[in-house]
């Protein structure tokens, strides 16, 4: 029998990023930081186009194809986007 529990952090993490500013999340995971924090705010910074912080996180978790999507992204029409 396996049982999963979230670690504080994560929790927090994903309290944040439904509560607060995306700014405010990056904030609390860069004083806190681990892979699985950054991708959820790569996930949440995507979901709202923030290209920035995407890429930020991307680079944070040595994501380079994550780096190259935010390139062609970025060169995408606002129509496609």
């Given at each position: 029998?396996?049982?999963?529990?979230?670690?504080?952090?994560?929790?927090?993490?994903?309290d944040?990023?439904?509560?607060?500013?995306?700014?405010?999340?990056?904030?609390?995971?860069?004083?806190?930081?681990?892979?699985?924090?950054?991708?959820?705010?790569?996930?949440?910074?995507?979901?709202?186009?923030?290209?920035?912080?995407?890429?930020?996180?991307?680079?944070?978790?040595?994501?380079?194809?994550?780096?190259?999507?935010?390139?062609?992204?970025?060169?995408?029409?606002?129509?496609?986007?």
């Amino acid at each position: 029998m396996f049982v999963q529990f979230e670690a504080k952090s994560l929790r927090d993490t994903r309290d944040l990023l439904t509560t607060v500013s995306l700014k405010e999340a990056v904030d609390f995971v860069e004083r806190n930081p681990h892979k699985r924090l950054w991708k959820l705010i790569t996930e949440a910074a995507l979901d709202k186009l923030n290209t920035g912080i995407a890429e930020r996180a991307f680079v944070k978790n040595e994501d380079y194809y994550g780096v190259q999507l935010i390139e062609r992204i970025q060169n995408m029409d606002e129509k496609v986007k």
